[in-house]
């Protein structure tokens, strides 16, 4: 489904700061599953995540989507095919804009458009029936400006948002990171649904080891670009999964 193959990418080349990142890395991640990335900071997590949608380029390789060579896309021809949940809640939705106008935006991607064709009346039902199933309240405010929401609501409005033209591809960058405990629980069970009921291809980047077993069908730990863990998430515990991350991060203290 998604395919990279011989990535390479250096950061400050030629200079005394020179990071290889990653040098002819692989990976192909399954079709409607979730895979869970994991490991210590700096390890690429982030920095392939961007890679994949585009807004940092790769020195060399190739990415393919559903067979499809993608490696020369600008970032925003990829968000055709790819959604996006960002670590800050306020990066996946306009602040100022309304819950409604924030909806009609998300549905309207990939279309050409006047702000004043935006909301189209024969949607309201849908995006009301949509937040509904968040269980949040949120169809009782659609016309609140997002800037008013809490994390929380802005970040299962931002789910919802990515999900809502089933991409082809759905990307997960820490989104409960900046979350409190409770509510990061909320968001990572409505994920869940919509992971279920949409069936979409996802990759999850997780600082929780007990969401990466619980919520992925697959982990893999990276360190320093390199794949050094890649097991079904069923075939893991939460402790030997701590034992093998705790591991490589005593490797960067001693």
């Known amino acids: 489904m998604l395919r990279i193959e011989n990535l390479s990418k250096t950061f400050n080349k030629g200079s005394e700061n020179e990071i290889n990142l990653f040098n002819n890395f692989n990976l192909h991640i399954e079709k409607n599953k979730c895979t869970a ?60 804009l309304t819950i409604l106008e924030n909806m009609s935006l998300a549905n309207k991607k990939g279309e050409k458009f006047g702000l004043k064709k935006l909301i189209k009346k024969d949607n309201m039902d849908k995006y009301i029936e949509l937040l509904k199933s968040l269980d949040l309240g949120l169809e009782d405010k659609l016309n609140t400006k997002v800037k008013f929401l809490s994390g929380g609501q802005r970040q299962s409005l931002s789910l919802l948002m990515a999900a809502l033209k089933h991409p082809d591809l759905l990307l997960l960058d820490e989104h409960t990171a900046a979350l409190d405990p409770k509510t990061s629980y ?27 077993i619980e919520y992925s069908d697959r982990i893999i730990m990276l360190d320093n670009g390199q794949i050094v863990l890649d097991t079904p998430s069923a075939n893991i515990s939460e402790e030997e999964l701590m034992a093998i991350y705790k591991a490589k991060l005593d490797q960067y203290i001693a």
Do not use: W
């Open 186 to 212: 909320v968001v990572m069970k409505k994920t869940k649904e919509l992971l279920d009921k949409y069936k979409m291809t996802t990759i999850m980047i997780s600082h929780n080891m007990k969401d990466a």
């Open 37 to 96: 990335i994991i490991g210590p900071n700096g390890c690429g997590k982030s920095t392939l995540l961007n890679i994949i949608s585009g807004s940092i380029l790769m020195d060399s390789g190739k990415i393919f989507l559903n067979g499809k060579d993608i490696s020369d896309l600008k970032e925003e021809e990829r968000a055709l095919h790819i959604g996006r949940v960002y670590q800050d809640p306020s990066m996946g939705v306009s602040p100022s």
